[in-house]
């Protein structure tokens, strides 16, 4: 970690501890404090039963919960499925899939700046769920700053998301909210 970096995750502790109902993270050198909408979270628990549904035991399959990336910033996915034998304090090498339910319409985060962080760190399978489009995007073959293999799923449609050990888990999308 850099030194900036430490600033930057010192100044997000300090003001989540006095701001409720925001999402706030370091992204690249700036802080983003992002507030939460009931389709955000209504998305992250139809996600969340669909996993359990599929037989992923509850205690792997996390919502805000923090993961380390050596020399870069931390991040918390809105829904992260863990390894079974991972422990806290979670690293991604724990991660078996970050989900991500885009926040703001204009918001590239999640499209580009996760993207590569994801990638570059070798998370197996990264879904990006939007509400402004109606549509989801499934990567999945890490390899350097990109994914290999990309699949756009339309709210509707039905996500077979395959885990790396294995594991299937089919994210039915026809009750996800819209946003405008």
Known sequence: MTAQSDSLQETIERIAAVLDGFKIEAVGDRIIMTPQSSVQSLTIFDVRDAAVTAGIRKDRVFSDVEFAFPGEPKRCPDLSIVED???????????LAAIEVVSSKYDKNDYAIKVRQYAR??????????????????????????????????????????????????????????RT
């Open 121 to 178: 760190f070798g998370v197996p399978v990264y879904l990006i769920i939007d509400p402004f489009l109606g549509e989801c995007t499934l990567l999945t073959r890490p390899r350097d700053d990109i994914y290999a293999h990309r699949v756009l799923f339309k709210y509707g449609d039905t996500i077979p998301l395959h885990l790396p050990d294995g594991r299937r888990i089919d994210i039915p999308t026809d009750t996800f909210k819209r």
């Open 85 to 95: 034998e991972a422990t806290e304090k979670f690293t991604y090498e724990d991660l």
